[in-house]
């Protein structure tokens, strides 16, 4: 519910003693259910420079950010012309005027909106098998995660194949280029190496926060890693997190963390060093099956959307 988020401190002497102190993390204005995505499901989420992007189980839409609550979000495919975008949207990405979208349904395809031309574009991938689970751009160009290998395209037409890994997580920042699935490995090549525990564990997101590059797993939490690729520091549900099974992972301008588990978002405060669980906050999305986060503050808004199984919320923050 909207209210002013604390986070207590105790602390125990050899005596058995004990002290505590509660000190004031932030204040949020709740979560608020946007029930305007049909179907519901929301696979991944992007904000851009007037929208914000929603790939989902039934296809593609947008939102307008200046006012989110407005009504029936329209499907990309309504709005543009060129070639449609398949169903079962699993990875957006806004970035330079153009808009990337991989769908479940549309294997070996990426597609592209310019935004400038109003035209979508499906452009072929190296492997015409592949399923693209993520998408993210940087100097060197955009790059497509998919399950069969990391394709790289610097001119925006064609693509190449940049790492011949499977992969679920793709960035591109300050830390670098990066890619992760069972491993974390640098763009475009490089020695993989493991943060997380090795068994069944995935990295479902990555972004960094200008020193330090973040993953979500889906079993073991989040893990902070230097750009020479040194971990940091774990974090699971023992320090506060929602949930270990993290699908999403985000970072406000401020260099908070903020992160989508299977039970709820959680906030990182970094001056405090403290995890701040969110699934308390009203809103029925907020605490089931998260699997997208993304932050707009353009324009003098600052809001935090969240979307899962059960559709998509908005938290506006002060």
Known sequence: MPDQYTVTLTVTDTAGGEMSA?????????????????????????????????GAKDGAYQADLTNPGAGAYPSVNDGYNGDSIATDVRAVHESGGYVWFGAEQAPGIAYRLDLTANNILAIALPDPSAKVND???????VWCASDKDVALSTNLSTFAVGRGDASDAVWEGATGAWSAKDSLFPLPAGDAFQVFTPGNDKTKGLADDGDLLWLASDANGVASVSAAGEVQSLYTTADNLSDDKARSITVDATGDIWVATMVGASRFKKDRKVWVPMQDSAGLVSRKDLKAIAIDEQNGRRAIYVGGSAGLAVMQLP
């Open 22 to 54: 509660t000190v004031h993390a932030f204040d949020a204005l709740g979560f608020e259910d946007l029930n305007y995505v049909p179907g519901a499901d929301v696979k991944d989420l992007s904000v851009g420079q007037d929208f914000l992007w929603i």
């Open 135 to 141: 998408i993210s751009s940087g100097a060197t160009g």
